[in-house]
């Protein structure tokens, strides 16, 4: 079945730093992909999303490339900030499909 | 305009009891997810309503779970007989159709706590 796996957590990385967190995903038809945050206290949001190969998503500097000859979906961003601090998930969804499948998030502490 | 909102926020009950969970919806979306996510864990599929009816059922862990969507606006899923390992956060979603590409919008969650 469709599955996705992400980089473990929790990652703690210092200001300015450069963010990446990877992601691949087994699917059996042409899905679409997303990264969604969750920060503390608030609800799921998209943060970017890619709906075919080579794709690249971007949104608040950060920015992920649809590979399906990986089948890959890393989150990058070049200049962290403390108000990145939050749970990120890699997800897809498949063609003809309606549900989102989600890892099981990566947990991003900044320091100052 | 108003996000997915869900009610109530925190939901404490003893095992063995019956518990109703309410989401309300994006005005004008027709298409409505629920979601369960344990701790640590990311959130997981329970079903999905096209208007009225449940289009997808297939991640309901067994018959104690069953939401409804009568008019085809507010949901409200239903859990009977609780037990401990129902504990997490449900999350609802909607969006605008069932289209892959649309964006599901997520409430805020329901955490239930089973004692």
């Known amino acids: 079945g469709n599955s996705v796996t992400q980089m473990e957590g929790p990652v703690t990385l210092s200001e300015e730093a450069f963010l990446t967190i990877n992601c691949t995903y087994t699917?059996?038809?042409?899905?679409?992909l997303f990264w969604y945050v969750q920060y503390p206290g608030e609800g799921l949001q998209l943060l970017l999303k890619?709906?075919?190969?080579?794709d690249k998503g971007s949104n608040k500097g950060f920015e992920a490339t649809y590979r399906k000859e990986t089948t890959s979906f890393h989150l990058e961003k070049g200049s962290v900030q403390v108000s990145d601090s939050a749970v990120y998930f890699c997800?897809?969804?498949?063609?003809?499909?309606?549900?989102?499948?989600f890892g099981k998030g990566t947990r991003l502490h900044i320091l100052p | 305009g108003a996000g997915v909102s869900q009610t109530p926020s925190n939901k404490v009950t003893e095992k063995g009891k019956y518990v109703e969970l309410r989401c309300d919806p994006i005005?004008?979306?027709?298409?409505l997810y629920w979601y369960r996510q344990s701790l640590g864990q990311g959130p997981e599929f329970l079903i999905y309503?096209?208007?009225?009816?449940?289009?997808?059922d297939s991640g309901l862990p067994n018959d104690r779970f069953f939401a409804v969507r009568p008019e085809g606006s507010v949901s409200t899923l239903k859990i009977q007989r609780t037990e401990r390992g129902d504990s997490a956060v449900y999350l609802c979603?909607?969006?605008?159709?069932?289209?892959?590409?649309?964006?599901?919008?997520f409430g805020p969650g329901t955490r239930l706590t089973v004692l």
């Open positions: 979603a909607s969006s605008l159709t069932s289209y892959q590409y649309n964006e599901q919008f």
């Open positions: 699917a059996t038809g042409y899905p679409s």
């Open positions: 890619a709906t075919k190969a080579d």
């Open positions: 997800a897809l969804s498949d063609l003809g499909d309606d549900k989102i499948i």
């Open positions: 005005s004008g979306h027709t298409a």
């Open positions: 309503f096209q208007g009225t009816g449940a289009a997808d």
